[in-house]
């Protein structure tokens, strides 16, 4: 089987790509793997794949639509700054389009599976016109734009949580919890209370870890 992945921007799009291929790796050796980001994250996902030479990673040209909503309509057309690079990213993402439509056409994917990020937008329309089946995959309660616009098309919307808390086609949605690396263990109670002890902490503390990019933090 031809699988092609696509996500961008933040790790938080890609990492979970690097779990999914190293189980389809275990499950079937012998599937093609094609992974897609935008050019600005692919040193970044170079080096979370180096690990398996036989998965391509390819880069493309991906623009994000900058919004902010905290701020009126009115300031988006007066901060020039945000203006300019709206208007920048409408011409990369045109380009993006027709590099995924030509990474589509040569990979000929099976099965086309976006993560998330402003990248999956040129790939998911790409795959779309070339009638490749669509899986989607939203960590977020409130789901992003590419994940709303892409839902339509999607054969499948997998969820990181109880898909009561997404608005998409509930025949569409399968709950399977967020894609995790089997290099990450559950640590036990004894080596908890030994790193906390490394930190300076309290084995008794309670520690709250506060990440992530966009609005997750």
Known sequence: MRILA????SGG???PLKAIAHQLRIQNPS???S????REFSDQANMLFS???DIKVHSIFAGKYRRYHSKSALWHILHMPTLLKNIRDVF???IGFMQSMYLVAIIKPDVVFCKGGFVCIPVGLASRLLNKKIIIHDSDTRPGLTNRILSRWASVIATGMPTEFYPYEQSKMRYLGMPVDTQFTVLTDAARGKFKQQLGFETSQKILLVTGGGNGA
């Not at 696509?6 to 921007?9: D, F, K, S, T, V």
């Open 92 to 94: 990369y993402l045109g």
């Open 35 to 38: 992974v897609i980001t935008n």
């Open 13 to 15: 799009h890609v990492t």
């Open 31 to 33: 599937d093609d793997i």
């Open 51 to 53: 690990g398996h030479k």
């Open 6 to 9: 696509a996500g961008g921007g």
